[in-house]
C-alpha cells in the first residue's frame, strides 16, 4: 500500500511539473543544468568549470541511453574543455578529474556504459564543487540536487542496486535540499521538492528501485524549476 501510494503521489507531483516545465515532457531533450546556472560575468573561473561541467552532465545521459554516437561527441567536448577547467582547479581536483576521465575513456572502450555514467557524474560533481558561490546567482546546492538525481536514476537501473551507496546519495540529497530550502517563498515548489525527497526515503525504505528510479526522474525536473526560481528571485548577499 506505500508503494502505491508513493507513486501516485510522485505521478501526480510530476504531472504537475510538467505542466510547469514543458522541455522536460518525455520525448524533449531535457536541458543541461550547467547551462542555465548562471555564474557572475565577474568569475570567468565560474564560466570555465560550468562549460566543462556541461558535457559531463551530457554523458550521463547519453551513457544512460546506450547512446553511442551521443557519446562520442560529449568524450569531444570533454577532452576540448578539459585544459581550461584543470587550469582553474586545485591540485586534488584537478588529479581526480584526470583519473575520472581515464576511466571513462577505458570503460567506454570495453562498452561498460552504466560506469561510464556513473564516472561522468561524479566528474560532474568535482566541477560543480569547486565553483565560487558568492559570484553565482543559483546556490551549488541545486546543481548538487541534480547530480544526486542523475545518480540515483542510474544506480535504480542497475541489475543489483546498490541500497547502501544510494542511501549515501539520498542522504547527500537531503542536505544539499535544506541548505536552500530556507531560501525558497514559494510554498508549492518547496512542497513539492519536499515530496520528492520523501519518495526517495520511502523507496530505500522499501528496497523499490523502480520507484527510486521515478523519485530521481521528479527531482531532476524540479531542479530546472528551481534554478528558475533563484534566477527570477536573487538573494540578497
Known sequence: MLRTHSFLMLAGLLLVVAGCNPTSQDGAERPSSTKTTMAAPASPANDTL???????????????????????????????????AKAVLGDTPKAYLDSLVTDIEEAFGNGEYRTVALLAVEAYRTLISALDESAMVVPKAVSLLDYAGFKLHVLAGADAPDWDLMQRVVQEADGFWNSIEGQIDEKGLRDAMNTAIQGMKEALSARDARLMAFAARVDLDLVDLLETYFEDHPQRP
Open 50 to 84: 560550468l562549460a566543462a561541467a556541461s558535457p559531463f552532465e551530457d554523458l550521463t545521459e547519453f551513457a544512460e541511453a546506450g547512446d553511442v554516437r551521443g557519446m562520442e561527441r560529449a568524450l569531444a567536448s570533454i577532452k576540448q574543455h578539459l585544459p581550461s
